[in-house]
């Protein structure tokens, strides 16, 4: 198993860039594909970006590309997402989220472990 905090979040304004990181007790964590996901207040949550076990796929929504990068390394059990150019339609709670395969996947129901989640706030 493994479980997945998210220490980060905050308040940024429009423009500006934030760095979520997710820390991830437990074994192998070189063998779980990653992703992150959020839901924004009154709406449905939705995928951001994964990445595969050996950081060698990535994948985003696209309404991120070229303004987010994720990022993991397996020697220290983390995860990042870099957020840059942020826009007030990125606010939402963040969450990091593990898969216990090595292959990404970009709907949720294919990752078994969630952290408790995480608040990105983007003032206009």
């Known amino acids: 198993q493994l479980h997945p905090v998210e220490p980060g979040g905050g308040l940024v304004q429009a423009g500006g860039s934030l760095s979520l990181s997710c820390a991830a007790s437990?074994?192998?964590?070189?063998?779980?594909?990653m992703g992150w996901f959020r839901q924004a207040p009154g709406k449905e949550g939705e995928f951001v970006a994964a990445m595969s076990s050996r950081a060698s796929n990535t994948y985003y929504t696209d309404s991120v590309k070229g303004r987010f990068t994720i990022s993991r390394d397996n020697a220290k059990n983390l995860m990042y997402l870099q957020m840059n150019s942020l826009m007030p339609e990125d606010t939402a709670v963040y969450y990091c989220a593990a898969r216990d395969s090595a292959g990404l996947r970009y709907n949720a129901v294919d990752y078994a472990y969630w952290g408790q989640g995480t608040q990105v706030t983007v003032s206009s």
């Open positions: 437990g074994r192998a964590f070189g063998t779980y594909a």
